[in-house]
């Protein structure tokens, strides 16, 4: 018996638990359509993130996340992601498309500029870096 057998779970709320990685085989919580993953210690997203098509909202906030997998994209029912205060340097080019079809995002405090991230995000990129707004948030 593993994460597998959660296959009716719609609501994951695992905040504040200082995790470091969360196991591939999330991708089988497909019928998940909000996740909670705000202020741990997180340095990746599964890959299979992606396969999670019923996912509308995504929480990563407060990770310490240095890119998003390109899968993330492929989340065509998301309809919220906060990805603020983490190390994100680049985005997923295939965010624009969620961008465009109305996905609200938040990707203020990571270490993004436009030279490292498409014009879509223009935006949406808000205060970056060592920013005060950003600092020891």
Not at 70 to 96: A, E, M, S
Request: proline share 4%; with cysteine; aromatic share 2%.
């Amino acid at each position: 018996s593993g994460i597998e057998d959660l296959s009716y779970l719609q609501k994951l709320e695992l905040e504040d638990n200082a995790l470091e990685r969360l196991p591939e085989e999330m991708k089988w919580l497909d019928r998940l359509t909000d996740l909670q993953l705000q202020n741990n210690k997180l340095q990746a997203l599964p890959s299979g993130i992606g396969s999670m098509s019923n996912l509308e909202k995504l929480n990563v906030r407060g990770n310490n996340l240095p890119e998003l997998p390109v899968t993330i994209g492929d989340l065509n029912n998301l309809t919220y992601l906060n990805v603020g205060h983490n190390d994100l340097t680049i985005l997923p080019d295939n965010l624009c498309a969620l961008l465009s079809a109305g996905l609200s995002i938040n990707i203020e405090c990571n270490e993004l500029d436009l030279t490292t991230v498409d014009s879509c995000f223009e935006n949406e990129l808000g205060s970056q870096g060592d920013h005060p707004n950003c600092v020891g948030n």
